[in-house]
């Protein structure tokens, strides 16, 4: 059973248009996701929809469950996760309502979020230099140029912690490193998506300038929202595009990350470790 996850961000806690709904609680080693599951089917595909932050918002991105949200999905049959996120710009030319599909993440949590499947007694060092999946971007782009959105592909991700905003030394330092958007919740996902072996893919909405900018002291918690509403309702129609015209099947490496990624001998491996990760690693330690 192959399914498209979705994984929406502020703003996107439902998505109209997704047939045979049925909301699923899942059980994971690692705890609660953040809300029920959402299965059903949109654009002729089965979906898997999760609000990152639960619905009304209720979890900050420095509380959220991100092994468990991730893991939900992966029992669920996801092998594909879009990501939605909303994000500040930190160059003038990506601005407000425009849409990023981010190729590059930058950390600056301190590793305060939990963003590995592997402890307590197994190792595996996955290969990440480039984080998020080609093709399902590649997808994601070119559902919003279908509609005439104003997309921009490529570009880098700083996930800072939160949930106070940057100050403005820090937006000008991350402007002088060449980032391009500023949020706080999709570096995680990435990581555990790819350990998981799921395509993931960032669509990133900007919603503002940072701080950094010299209209900043002008913008209103209204104007934001507004804009965050604006590109919620963009964001849906471009998910439904894309989920429409993805192929079937997978040919991309996402599929095979951890064939040569778990260095512990798989005879050393807590039998604790192999039940709690089997949907992740049974196919490598069983054989």
Not at 58 to 85: C, D, H, Q, W
Not at 149 to 161: A, S, W
Not at 256 to 277: C, G, H, N, W
Request: glycine share 8%.
């Amino acid at each position: 059973m192959s399914r498209i996850g979705i994984i929406g961000g502020s703003g996107l806690y439902k998505i109209e248009g997704i047939k045979n709904i049925k909301e699923i609680s899942v059980t994971t080693p690692f705890g609660k996701p953040s809300d029920k599951f959402i299965t059903g089917e949109l654009a002729g595909k089965e979906v898997v929809f999760l609000p990152r932050h639960a619905r009304g918002h209720r979890i900050s991105p420095s509380e959220i469950n991100y092994r468990a949200n991730i893991f939900g999905m992966k029992k669920l049959g996801v092998e594909r996760i879009i990501s939605v996120t909303a994000c500040g710009s930190l160059k003038e030319e990506l601005k407000p309502l425009d849409f990023v599909v981010v190729d590059q993440f930058v950390d600056r949590t301190n590793h305060a979020r939990n963003m590995t499947f592997f402890e307590g007694g197994i190792v595996a060092h996955i290969v990440f230099a480039h984080p998020v999946c080609g093709g399902l971007s590649k997808s994601l782009y070119e559902a919003g140029k279908k509609l005439n959105l104003k997309m921009h592909e490529g570009g880098t991700y700083i996930n800072m912690e939160g949930p106070a905003f940057s100050t403005l030394a820090e937006s000008n330092l991350y402007r002088s490193w060449g980032i391009d958007v500023i949020g706080m919740t999709n570096m995680p996902e990435a990581k555990l998506a790819r350990e998981a072996e799921i395509c993931y893919s960032t669509l990133a909405c900007v919603t503002d300038y940072d701080c950094w900018h010299p209209q900043h002291e002008s913008v209103t918690v209204e104007m934001i929202i507004n804009n965050l509403n604006k590109n919620v309702e963009n964001a849906k129609r471009l998910i439904s595009e894309a989920v429409r015209g993805l192929p079937p099947e997978r040919n991309c490496a996402c599929k095979d990350t951890l064939r040569f990624a778990i260095i512990t001998d798989k005879k050393l491996i807590p039998s604790k470790v192999k039940k709690e990760l089997d949907i992740i690693i049974g196919k490598y330690i069983n054989s």
